[in-house]
């Protein structure tokens, strides 16, 4: 049974818009929301995390927005670049250090 | 920087053969993990560690075994290669959060 729920499945942006990509999740003892982001032929990394204790964390172009009533959470990219076009994995971990995964959306940036 | 290394980029075995990924953190971290990515599934947690010698199943254990005999050193082993087995494998550390990942290894069962 998959606990994190992303969407869409893939997304086409123009330079310059604004990319937002969403996630949902059942488990209400979740308490810590990573976003990764992973380029070809690499690894995910950490692109930016939320506690529900904030309904909003913003890092440069990246923020995330997280509403714990509706159990959502969603990645905003501003300004799109072609650099950020990759693949993001939204996740969740509540008590431990195991993450629960989305299944991924790959961002395509155009010029 | 944290620096997780898995040993090999690519990996080609045949079907029924005994398969060993390694993978080395250079952190320190106690925890360590298993994933394999396959597209439109994500990354799924086969198994992860939190000390040396412990283990825990993930989600989707089964047809792999895992050994932690130093704390650096994370090993996942295929005791029976099968081709549903191909996939890419990525290796994590972490300590209090957040989790690192290697570049994965790409396996190709024939």
């Known amino acids: 049974q998959q606990q994190v729920k992303q969407s869409p499945q893939s997304l086409i942006v123009q330079k310059g818009g604004i990319s937002i990509i969403n996630c949902a999740y059942e488990n209400t003892a979740f308490d810590y929301f990573p976003w990764y982001q992973q380029f070809p032929g690499k690894g995910p990394a950490l692109l930016i995390a939320i506690r529900p204790d904030v309904s909003e964390k913003k890092e440069g172009r990246f923020t995330i927005s997280f509403n714990k009533s509706a159990k959502q959470f969603s990645l905003h990219i501003m300004d799109s670049q072609p650099g950020d076009s990759a693949t993001y994995f939204c996740?969740?971990?509540?008590?431990?250090?195991?993450?629960?995964f989305g299944t991924g959306t790959r961002l395509t940036i155009i010029p | 920087d944290v620096k997780v290394t898995q040993s090999s980029r690519y990996l080609v075995k045949r079907t029924g053969e005994k398969v060993f990924l390694e993978c080395v953190q250079d952190?320190?971290?106690?925890?360590m993990f298993w994933y394999r990515q396959d597209p439109g599934l994500g990354l799924r947690l086969i198994y992860f560690?939190?000390?040396?010698?412990?283990?825990e199943k993930g989600d989707i254990p089964e047809g792999y075994s895992v050994s932690r005999e130093k704390k650096e050193r994370f090993s996942l082993i295929l005791e029976s290669a099968s081709t549903n087995q191909t996939s890419m494998y990525l290796c994590?550390?972490?300590?209090?959060?957040?989790?690192?990942f290697g570049d994965g290894t790409r396996l190709s069962i024939l």
């Open positions: 560690s939190y000390d040396v010698k412990m283990k």
């Open positions: 994590a550390s972490s300590l209090n959060q957040p989790q690192h």
């Open positions: 952190m320190d971290h106690e925890n």
């Open positions: 996740a969740a971990s509540g008590g431990n250090e195991k993450l629960t």
